[in-house]
């Protein structure tokens, strides 16, 4: 399964040049992400654009796959590298920046999407947790009664990728999605959750 990461922004508000590449505990941004999703068994892609070429070149150094995105916007993006890639199975959509999910949370989501039966699964958590971990609020939704913000994961169709997908929002409680890391604040929460985990590898 691929899981496609979204790395073609210009991390504006964070203010640190190209933001996959930011260190968190010595190690780019991004590097956690592809981690996880390799030791989960994907096929990682990462969708750069003329924003983010030292994000590309990293890409290359490390033997990932890339490809080079019109920057545009992150759906135009997204659209543009699936159709080029021409998967048209189910694959895995992430932001670049929650640099705390690891294999156990994919695995989790990939199996929540099997078991709908649905196209498409979206992933969203308790807006209270993401108050506690970053004390901030994205775009929030009701969902089964329960406050919630989209965390930038999410399995897409790919031979559908241009269109509305029937979706399954699933609702995960867990602070390892609760970190997007847009600001000081925000880096300075993902450096102590990922010590406090001992997530870093040697």
């Known amino acids: 399964m691929y899981a496609l990461i979204m790395a073609g922004g210009a991390g504006s508000r964070l203010n640190r040049g190209e933001k996959p590449l930011v260190l ?11 981690d996880a999703f390799s030791a989960a068994g994907c096929h990682v892609l990462v969708a750069t654009s003329q924003k983010t070429p030292m994000t590309r070149n990293w890409c290359r150094a490390q033997g990932i796959e890339s490809y080079m995105a019109g920057g545009i916007d992150y759906i135009q993006d997204m659209v543009e590298t699936v159709e080029a890639l021409g998967e048209e199975r189910s694959l895995f959509v992430c932001v670049s920046d929650i640099p705390c999910i690891d294999p156990e949370v994919i695995a989790t989501v990939r199996a929540a999407h099997a078991a709908s039966g649905r196209e498409a699964c979206s992933v969203w958590i308790p807006s209270e947790i993401v108050r506690s971990c970053r004390g901030s609020l994205n775009y929030r939704e009701t969902i089964d009664a329960v406050e919630a913000c989209p965390t930038g994961l999410n399995i897409l169709l790919g031979s559908r990728i241009a269109e509305s997908q029937d979706e399954f929002r699933l609702v995960l409680a867990d602070p390892r999605l609760g970190i997007n890391v847009n600001t000081e604040a925000d880096l300075r929460a993902a450096e102590h959750f990922l010590e406090s985990r001992a997530w870093i590898s040697p």
């Open 24 to 34: 968190i505990n010595n190690r780019p941004m991004l590097s956690y992400i592809t």
